[in-house]
Nanobody, 120 residues
Framework: QVQVVESGGALVQPGGSLRLSCAAS????????MAWYRQAPGKQRELVAN???????NYADSVKGRFTISRVNAQNTVYLQMNSLKPEDTAVYSC??????????????WGQGTQVTVSS
């Protein structure tokens, strides 16, 4: 089994910064990709940023230039540095990990989510 745990969510003022952390642990042979998603009240979940084992990175247009995803492969950990936060960034942020637990089978695992609230 694989566990994914996020941390770092908080209440922050507009223009502020936060860093979210996500760590995967358990029966991990190899992690293909890790990603951050968010879901605001009344809205669908959206991809914020992702990164794969090859180092490829993608961002949602709404966060480009403000958010940075980084990954520490040896620690099965991914971070999301969020700068210049806006009220519209308020959401539950969830981390996903695409994990090979054996050499042939992979699954996507999700964390419980961490709340980010941007408000004055």
């Amino acid at each position: 089994q694989v566990q994914v745990v996020e941390s770092g969510g908080a209440l922050v003022q507009p223009g502020g910064s936060l860093r979210l952390s996500c760590a995967a642990s358990g029966s991990i042979f190899r992690i293909i990709a890790m990603a951050w998603y968010r879901q605001a009240p009344g809205k669908q979940r959206e991809l914020v940023a992702n990164t794969n084992a090859g180092g490829s990175i993608n961002y949602a247009d709404s966060v480009k230039g403000r958010f940075t995803i980084s990954r520490v492969n040896a620690q099965n950990t991914v971070y999301l540095q969020m700068n210049s936060l806006k009220p519209e960034d308020t959401a539950v942020y969830s981390c996903s990990a695409d994990v090979y637990s054996t050499t042939t089978d992979w699954n996507r695992y999700w964390g419980q989510g961490t709340q980010v609230t941007v408000s004055s």
